[in-house]
């Protein structure tokens, strides 16, 4: 099984694609955090399902967050959501990893 699944390359070319569809996201939401101003993407953020009905999901305050990672204010942005902090590195480093990997392509 494990022989099988080392062999298979469209196994492998589908990974590949949703990791470049995942790093294209990251590097747009980097992009919307850095480019743009707080007040012109919080007002075109609908609120979230679950804060209408009196509850949070884990991505709620997540936006405000990222504009406070922004600006170095991690104690603030781990009130807003506790799992903000990792969910932007994660979302940094992925960016990081696609970006590298296009520029060694790029260069052959």
Sequence with gaps: MIQTLKNNTELHKAIFIVWQISGLISILVLS?????????????IPTC???????????CGSSRAFFEI??????????????????FFGLLINAGFLITYQLKNFRK
Excluded: M, R, Y
């Excluded at 399902?49 to 991505?59: A, D, E």
């Excluded at 922004?70 to 969910?87: D, T, V």
């Design 32 to 44: 919307l955090v850095f480019f743009t101003t707080e007040d012109f993407l919080l007002s075109k």
């Design 49 to 59: 399902p679950s804060q209408l009905q009196g509850s949070s999901c884990i991505l």
């Design 70 to 87: 922004k600006h170095l204010h991690f104690g603030k942005a781990l009130q807003l959501n506790s799992s903000s902090i990792f969910i």
